[in-house]
């Protein structure tokens, strides 16, 4: 986002697209611990029990939201930040 385009868009505007590319860059994250865990999973001691995919790659954010319960984006955060990539081809 260049300085012209933070400007052009309101402060709830730039907290939203904030918000919606944090969540999409943990959703990708999780992705891949997702496909970490099956790989592993075989190869681990069953008799210690199966372990959970937080235990085997914790993140930051599994504390949070535990705690408070992780904030879902909603229909209009998503649908502005769809039109912001869109408008800035990102």
């Known amino acids: ?4 385009e933070f400007y052009d868009n309101s402060p709830m505007d730039v907290h939203i ?6 969540q999409m860059e943990r959703e990708k994250w999780e992705r891949s611990r997702l496909v ?5 999973i075989p190869h681990t001691d069953s008799k210690k029990g199966n ?7 914790p ?4 504390k949070k939201a535990k705690s ?3 904030k879902k984006l ?5 649908k502005m930040l769809v039109k912001w990539e ?5």
């Not at 986002?1 to 012209?4: H, N, S, Y």
């Not at 372990?51 to 790659?57: G, S």
């Open 1 to 4: 986002m260049t300085l012209a």
């Open 17 to 22: 697209f904030i918000e919606a590319r944090e």
């Open 51 to 57: 372990r959970r995919m937080t235990d085997l790659i």
């Open 86 to 90: 869109k408008r800035h081809g990102k």
């Open 68 to 70: 408070k319960g992780l």
């Open 59 to 62: 993140f930051p954010w599994d």
């Open 36 to 40: 970490a865990y099956y790989a592993v």
């Open 74 to 78: 909603s229909k209009h955060q998503i």
